[in-house]
């Protein structure tokens, strides 16, 4: 039992000792292995146990004194040189709770004296040219040209050479600002850097030629490529050019190159097919309209014999030439087309379908509402959000039909989908309204046609005397006559002359709002400027004399119709008659 033997080969020791003295009455025993390599400050214990799992070795020495007395004797057998065996340094589990960690948190006087920041040190980075790249290219693509512009100027500054992608990605995104000057700039700035340009290049500096229809100077940057730097256009190339040439108007030039790209070996693709339909659509009128109409289709029948798929902008287009036209039941039919080419409208398509149907003048009125309920279930259906300008379309649409309620929801929704309305598009915009002739709510018509006129006023433009004498007759419809005194005085200020239907107007609205002295000025004021009243005015005036027993009025005025001979209608005869005028 305390019997120790030692090998000299390698380790420091092997000891035998008894289990405890509560484990011993059972004759068991337990073999306690300390290993030692020579040389090594910190020796390794293993304990092996016979049927218990294992424990540490510090546990045993607390226990047994016998233990304690043979593990020292082991110890002290070693050679003086040699580092003596001790206990190791591991700590129970439980005695982790009472090390003093307190060293980690206290500081120097180095790190007391340093200002404390929670902030990154910011240190000053070069970057690279391919860095510039992504990020420029990253920037053109989000439209932020102000940011990309000081990211170009800093990139130069810290010396780095702009290639010619990143002059390409700059000049892309100006282009789609459509600030020619800018890319026709750094297209320059480009050569002046002796920088070689490429397809991509040209093909954006000829796109931004389209902006401003500069025919001849895309013309000069197509030849330029072809014979100074020796590129072959490609299909972007042509349909850049082409592109141009509607732009300016020339029809023949962009049919010409059409032709050269084909005898030049290039496939026509959906770009260049949508672009020669651009240029036929565009040319429509009502006059030479079918003719460029049926050349638009050919074209789409041979887009679809190639195998080619016509996109929402081709639909678009050939719903544009027939609008122009005047050939709005031709093109109802491209719907069924698009849908067999599963070709899903935008709102660009939507809006151009309506302006077609009030343009059309030859389709009856049910036709149009029957096309436009079809084309709101359509988008309803596909849940595409109705952008201002198509809500602008649809009240033009709904005032050509009368409908005043529509009007009045759509005209709200173009309101808050916040849409800028130029002078002209207010003007037109008035003139569908005015055309609403019975109203259900008058003075909710007269506060719309009100917030209209404003809007004319605050761009600098004024209504027409026409539409100032349907504004004064809503005014009369809604019993408002003071706002047909400001009209009226409006209208005495930039007409020193009003007409006939201006006068007849304010007469008519005086008289809905009850101001007979008013109206007889205004009878007066005509009369004296050799107007004759027509019967409606006089059905009116003589009618309210009646109602409110103005007779001295109603003699006074019958003598004036006498004086201009004015002959009476039965049913004013008829009303005089009973008045004991004649």
């Known amino acids: 039992m305390g019997r120790l033997l ?8 092997i000891g035998v000792c008894p289990r405890p003295s509560s484990l011993s009455q059972r004759g068991r025993c337990s073999v306690v292995v300390v290993l030692a390599k020579k040389k090594q400050s910190v020796p390794t214990k293993r304990v092996l146990t016979a049927k218990r799992p294992r424990k540490r070795l510090s546990k045993y020495y607390d226990e047994s004194a ?4 043979l593990i020292d004797k082991a110890f002290h057998l070693k050679e003086q040189n040699e580092p003596s065996i001790k206990e190791s340094p591991e700590k129970d589990a439980d005695a982790d709770e009472d090390e003093d960690f307190s060293w980690m948190w206290k500081l120097t006087e180095k790190d007391s004296s340093d200002s404390f920041s929670l902030k990154k040190p910011t240190r000053n980075v070069q970057l690279s040219l391919f860095e510039y790249t992504e990020k420029l290219m990253e920037v053109t693509q989000r439209g932020d040209m102000e940011y990309a512009r000081e990211l170009f100027e800093k990139m130069i500054a810290d010396g780095v050479a702009p290639s010619t992608v990143v002059y390409d990605h700059m000049m892309t995104g100006y282009l789609r600002q459509g600030d020619a000057e800018s890319v026709f700039a750094l297209f320059d700035e480009m050569f002046s ?6 397809h991509y290049t040209y093909n954006i500096a000829i796109s931004a030629c389209a902006i401003n229809a500069e025919l001849d100077r895309a013309e000069a940057m197509f030849q330029e490529m072809r014979h100074l730097y020796k590129l072959r256009p490609d299909i972007q190339t042509y349909s850049a050019l082409i592109h141009v040439c509607v732009k300016a108007g020339d029809l023949g030039e962009a049919e010409r190159l059409v032709h050269q790209a084909a005898e030049s070996g290039l496939r026509w693709d959906v770009v260049i097919f949508t672009t020669i339909i651009a240029a036929y659509a565009y040319k429509c009128n009502k006059k030479n309209g079918e003719a460029y109409v049926n050349k638009c289709f050919e074209l789409k029948e041979t887009m679809k014999k190639q195998r080619i798929q016509p996109n929402i902008r081709t639909y678009t287009l050939l719903m544009k030439a027939c609008s122009k036209a005047g050939l709005m ?3 109802l039919s491209i719907l069924h087309q698009m849908t067999d080419d599963n070709v899903v409208p935008d709102d660009r398509f939507y809006v151009t379908v309506l302006s077609g149907l009030v343009r059309d003048r030859s389709l009856e009125k049910k036709e149009i509402s029957n096309a436009t309920n079809a084309l709101l279930s359509e988008a309803k259906k596909l849940k595409t959000t109705l952008t201002g300008e198509m809500h602008y379309q649809l009240i033009r649409v709904f005032a050509m039909l009368g409908e005043y309620e529509k009007v009045q929801e759509h005209y709200e929704r173009m309101k808050d989908c916040q849409l800028q309305l130029n002078l002209e598009e207010c003007e037109m915009l008035l003139c569908f309204v005015l055309m609403l002739k019975r109203p259900s709510n008058k003075r909710e018509y007269l506060r719309l046609l009100l917030d209209i ?9 004024t209504p027409t005397a026409s539409q100032y004498g349907l504004l004064i007759r809503a005014c009369g419809q809604a019993e408002d006559a003071a706002t047909a005194k400001v009209f009226w005085d409006k209208v005495k200020k930039k007409h020193k002359k009003p007409s006939q239907f201006l006068h007849q107007a304010m007469v008519l609205s005086c008289m809905n709002g009850s101001n007979l002295e008013l109206a007889l000025q205004l009878l007066d004021e005509m009369i004296s400027a050799g107007m004759t009243p027509e019967m409606k005015v006089l059905h009116l005036l003589f009618g309210y004399c009646k109602k409110h027993m103005e007779t001295e009025v109603a003699e006074k005025l019958f003598e004036k119709m006498k004086a201009l001979n004015v002959k009476l209608d039965q049913k004013l005869s008829s009303r005089l008659k009973g008045m004991n005028l004649e």
Do not use: D
Not at 6 to 13: A, C, E, I
Not at 193 to 198: D, E, F, N
């Open 453 to 461: 006129t404003s809007e004319i006023e605050k761009k600098g433009g």
């Open 193 to 198: 850097r002796g920088l070689v340009p490429t």
């Open 6 to 13: 030692f090998s000299m080969t390698g380790f420091s020791g």
């Open 66 to 69: 016998r233990n304690k007395e």
């Open 329 to 331: 039941q031709r093109g």
